[in-house]
Structure formats: C-alpha cells, structure tokens
C-alpha cells in the first residue's frame, strides 16, 4: 500500500498518519477502486506519484485531486481558499531575492500579503528542496503555503512575465511537435480538461486561439462558458496533443480536419469526435464529447407531455412508414431517434441504423458507421441494408435526394424508417424533401408522423424561486394547453437565480420541448396538392396541434423551466 510520501504532495511534517490519498478519493467518489488498482499497478510499472497517475489515466482531474489533497494535507488552495493578490503584491522582475523567471524554473507563485508574510503556492509546497530555498532566500520572514493548479499557475505567469516566451513551446518541426505533445505536463493538462468537462457535463470543448493567449470554453446546457485562459505559446503543444490522440495529423494546419478518440475522463468511458479549423492566429479546436454508454434512452425520459408521449410511442409500433425528427444541431434528435429505436425493439425485430457518426452503442442492434472516403455513404448502406431483412431502419440523417429515395422506398416496401432532418420546425420537413428534388407524392405517402425539437435549460432545483411575475397573455396562453394535456395541475411558475452547483447560470441541465404532428390521409393530399407551409401548419392546428412555444410555455407552467428560456429557444 502507499504511503503519504508516494502522493502528489508529501505530507506536513506535523501529520503522523494522514489518510491514504486513493482511500479519500474513493470515498468521496471521486474515482472508483477499480480506478485506483489501474494507477497503484501503473506506479508499481513506472513509478510516479499515484494523484499525477490518477490524471494521466483520466480517472480524475487536477480540480478534484487538488479539493482532496487540500483536505488531507491542512494546506489551503490558491484560488478557492486563497485570493490571489492585485498586480502590485507580487514578486516581479527586478524585485530581490527572485524573479519571474525563478519563478518558472521552479514553478512556484509568490507573494506577499498585508502582514508581510511571503506566500508560496505551488503543486508540491512541501518540497523540502523548495522551503529550503525559500528559507535562505527570506530569512526570517514568515512563510505561508498554498497548494496550485498548474493552469493557475501557467496562465498567472504569463501575466507576470508580459509576453516572455516560454521556452520548449514554439517551432513547426513534426518531430517536435510530436515531442511536446508527449510531455507530461501536456499529457496531464489535456486529460485533466477532458475530466473537468466530463465532471461540469459539457458536451463540447472549444479551444480558441488568440494572438497572444488561447481560451478553453465548455458548452453547458446549450451555452459557452470560459473556463481557462493559457498563453499562446502553450497552444501548439495542447493542439498537437488533441491531434495526435484523435488520429490527426498533426503538421497539417491550413487545411480542415475531423478525427475521433475514446477515452476514459472522470471515470467515464467517453467517445469524442474532435474538429480543427484553420484561422488566423492557429487552429479552433472542437471536441464533441459522447458518453458511450447511456441508460436513460428511454421514451418516458425524454420530457414529453402525456399527449406527445403516448403519440410517439405509438408511432414507435407501427409496422411500415416514415418518422422524420427535425430540428438544427444540438437539440437532442440523436437522443429521440435511439429512445425510439429502444421502444421499438421488442426482442422479435431486426433493427439496422447507418449513422455518421455511431453516437451511442445500443445491445441487439446493428449500427454501421458511414465512410465517404471509401465510398460507403448513405445511400449505399441503405441499399446493403435492406438486402439484411430488417424490420426497422433508421437512417441518421437525410441530406440528399438519393438517400430520400431509398428511404422512401423502403417504407413503401414494408420497413419502418426513422430519420432526422435539418429544418425550424415539423411541418417543413415536407418541403425540406421537395426542395431534394424528391416528387411530392413520394414525399406525402409514407409518412406517419412528424417531430420538431428543441432543448431547453431546466431550472436549478437548489436555487429556483416562485416567479414575480408572468405576463397575462402569456399566462392565458399557457393555461389553455395545460387544461387540455395536464387537467386540474396549478401553475408554479419559477425564474433563475443562481447558486454554486449551477455555476450561477440559474440553470441545471435540460429538457426537451415538442412539436408533433400526425400525418393524416388529407394533409397527404395538401402536400401532393403543393400546399403552402402555411397552409398545412393551419392543418395541424385544426387537428389540435401544439407547436414548439407552447408545448415550452406548458414546461414553465410546471415550473421546469422559465419563461424566459422558453422565448429564448423559440424566438423566431
């Protein structure tokens, strides 16, 4: 087992008997025995200290390894429990005993406070080659010590040393691009940003160059948050990192690339589908996490009112036709195509999907990935597909008139298709084919069904409060849908405040708002008839349709989101 000496910091000479760092991470969740048993077998390889091990594993980031150790040692953390001071209290450049570039060598942060004390923080404060020197270059000043993560510590730095160049971090050679990307502290600051995204349930990580600094920001619940800031000079060692694990090539950067990478992060298995695109100060880096096992693919979990749910639920049972979801980017299609496919599989059908890519891995299904570059597109695993007898098929995304066709066809031959399709709302899916090129007939007659979606931020449950107050016709025209799908169920409606555990944002996750719309036998007819958007949306009202605004304002009226966060999904 390990002893105090073989963590990250060494421990103060006062604790005679400090928890076990792996111990305390296992019981605060942290990571997972199994996860510790791969890092104390990788020491016993390699040796190292187990916190580093743990971050070189994606079992954890340095943000929880730091909460931890702080705990464990008594010594505070820079930046939580410490505030770093104003510009003019730190130790700059031509101030005795030390400087910035001492500084760097030693990668320590000093400075001193009102009472005159120095303080150090620093990822091992306990060094004894550090206090040491600290001893003889202050003698007879009062130390205080802080523990620092290395991003603090590389980004506060840069700031004191107004622009110097860090050396080891610059130049265009592969070789030595392929060096950096290898080093430690880039290997352990790449897969402590992939743990912390994980941990904040980010589903993309932008890296943003500048010209003198590059920002890391994190999509959460829909929305970029800023999370770090690095010099510039660090950028190509991150960027080569992220390229070379994702199967990029790392020498080419004037040209667009795409490339893929599991990982494990936060104790997670993780697929990440990464994009770099040139710009004029260096590369923007795109990481779209995929968590690769999912256990709430089920249609009750996808927020739908009773109406829509039991809708699309039947839907899921029918034996031949067309379920198009539609919505842009992001609003969770992805999410309601694999529910339904989880619905519609009831152990006696035989289930195909061609995706790009293969998002999340579902048992007792084939999923094929397309591959342009070797000519397995679409349309062509379709035509494969269909040699295999399926039952259902679903076909991730309908961009062309050849895949149209085919899917068309395969519905009219006694498959039940599932696809998505780019458009604002449920009733332009018809259009959006037509405009393919696809005849309006083949458009009208296999479809039973379509779906338009959104997502919106749900309230913060810790820090949501009863709503001041709600405009009057929005409060009427919420009440007339919530008579007709939840009954005698009150309003409660909320707004965001802010706490700690929604980052401040007032929001905590999200859910999904509906717009769905059966295809009857005489909105069949309008569309062969070439009626007009407009026309066949007054269609679906007719029949009791509720489209995307309402079916948010119903979401606000059970007080799971706000008002506001309604308008702005839906604001046309």
């Known amino acids: 087992m390990n002893t105090a000496a073989d963590l990250l910091v060494p421990p103060p ?41 743990l971050m070189r594993i994606g079992a954890l980031s340095e943000e929880q390894l730091l909460a931890v150790l702080s705990e464990q040692l008594g ?80 980004s506060t730095l840069d700031k004191l040393a107004h622009g110097l160049v860090a050396s080891g971090y610059g130049g265009d050679d592969v070789r030595h691009l392929r060096e950096l990307a290898e080093e430690a502290p880039v290997v352990e600051l790449v897969n402590s940003l992939l743990a912390q995204a994980v941990e904040q349930r980010a589903s993309d990580i932008h890296l943003e160059p500048d010209e ?5 920001r994190f999509r959460i619940d829909g929305v ?27 020498a080419e950067r004037r040209l667009p690339q795409d490339g893929r990478m599991s990982v494990r992060a936060s104790g997670q298995a993780m697929d990440i589908r990464a994009s770099a695109l040139p710009g004029v100060h260096g590369e923007s880096i795109v990481l779209r996490l995929l968590p690769k096992e999912r256990k709430d693919l089920g249609l009750e979990r996808l927020g739908m009112a009773p109406d829509h749910l039991a809708l699309l639920s039947a839907w899921s049972r029918e034996a031949h036709g067309i379920i198009l979801v539609t919505g842009p980017t992001g609003s969770g299609k992805s999410t309601t195509l694999y ?7 009831d152990g006696m059908k035989k289930i195909i999907t061609v995706e790009d890519p293969v998002e999340f891995q579902l048992p007792r299904i084939t999923q094929i990935q397309t591959h342009a570059d070797i000519g397995l597109t679409f349309a062509s695993a379709l035509r494969s597909i269909l040699r295999q007898d399926p039952d259902v098929i679903m076909v991730g995304e309908i961009r062309d008139r050849e895949t149209a066709e085919i899917a068309i066809q395969s519905a009219l031959t ?22 393919m090129g696809v005849e309006p007939f083949l458009v009208a007659t296999p479809v039973k069904g379509l779906q338009a979606q959104r997502l919106v931020r749900r309230l913060c449950p810790h820090c949501a409060r009863p709503a001041a107050h709600v405009l009057p016709a929005i409060a009427a025209e919420a009440a007339q849908w919530a008579g007709r799908v939840l009954g005698e169920t009150p309003a409660q409606w909320r707004e965001a405040v802010g706490c700690e555990r929604c980052q401040h944002s007032g929001y905590r996750g999200r859910i999904g708002i509906y717009e769905l719309i059966p295809v009857d036998e005489e909105m069949q007819q309008a569309v062969v008839a070439g009626a007009s ?40």
């Open 13 to 53: 000479a006062d604790v005679s008997s400090p928890d076990l760092l792996g111990q305390m991470l296992i019981a605060r969740g942290a990571i997972s025995p199994v996860d510790l048993e791969r890092a104390l077998e990788l020491q016993g390889n390699v040796g190292g200290r187990l916190g580093s091990l």
């Open 75 to 154: 010594i505070p953390l820079a930046g939580r429990d410490v505030v770093l001071p104003e510009i003019e209290a730190w130790v700059v450049p031509g101030d005795e005993p030390v400087s910035v570039d001492w500084m760097q060598d030693q990668e320590v942060l000093l400075w001193q406070d009102a009472e005159g004390a120095v303080w150090c923080a620093s990822r091992d404060p306990l060094d004894p080659g550090l206090q040491e020197a600290l001893a003889y270059l202050y003698p007879g000043v009062s130390m205080r010590w802080a523990l620092a993560a290395n991003q603090l510590m590389e």
């Open 212 to 216: 003198h600094q590059f920002i890391v």
């Open 224 to 250: 970029l948050y800023a999370r770090l800031q690095l010099p510039r000079e660090r950028f190509n060692a991150v960027a080569s990192r992220l390229k070379l694990i994702s199967g990029m090539d790392i």
């Open 339 to 345: 529910a339904t496919l989880a619905a519609a599989d």
């Open 414 to 435: 006694g498959h039940l298709v599932l696809s998505t399709v780019h458009t604002n709302d449920a009733i332009g899916a018809f259009t959006r084919l037509i405009d």
């Open 533 to 572: 958007h407009a026309e066949l949306k007054g269609m679906a009202r007719a029949r009791g349709g509720r489209f995307l605004r309402e079916d948010g304002l119903l979401k606000a009226w059970q007080g799971l989101t706000s008002v506001e966060e309604v308008l702005r999904v839906t604001a046309v």
